[in-house]
């Protein structure tokens, strides 16, 4: 199936959010997402239907709002039916969702850490949190405990899509 997408700047008053929206998205997220638009603006446009209604990109509707944006850019999909734009925006969130390559996560975060790239509200840790601890390091592991799994995250839509990094393009959606 090929597709033209087209890019539109719609105000952002204009876009209506889905009623069922099934991600949440709390202040601190809204935050970050913000700052992350601001760094980077819309790398990946909201997903609109035909009226408006917001498909995926809830959380940077929101973060645009925040910042006092007036418009956004969007992409209607207006080739798709009311049951494919449900299943759409379920997969969309989900099929996002993998396992992180801890070793090469550590080797970029070292690497934009070192170029001191970070917001001060904003650091590794308070994306990855346990993530990153070493077993080692971890006061919770006993030596005689059975070993542990490699720790692996989920990455979660609007957690920042990721899409918080500020310093680093990393999505969580």
Known sequence: MHIR??????????????????????????????????EFWFLQP???????????????????KKLGLKKVPCIRAENLTETQIKKYRILDNKLNESAWDVDALKLELDELWDLNVWDIELKPDDLFGDLLIDEEED?????????QPEKTAKIV???GFIPSLKASFILLR
């Open 5 to 38: 997408m087209k890019i539109e700047e719609i105000e952002v008053w204009k876009l209506i959010p889905y009623e069922f929206n099934n991600k949440i998205h709390d202040e601190t997220q809204i935050n970050r997402i913000a700052n992350s638009i601001k």
């Open 139 to 147: 006061p919770e592991v006993q030596e005689d405990e059975a070993p």
């Open 157 to 159: 839509r609007g957690v």
């Open 46 to 64: 909201v997903v609109i239907d035909k009226n408006n209604i917001i498909i995926v990109w809830h959380g940077r509707v929101e973060g645009a």
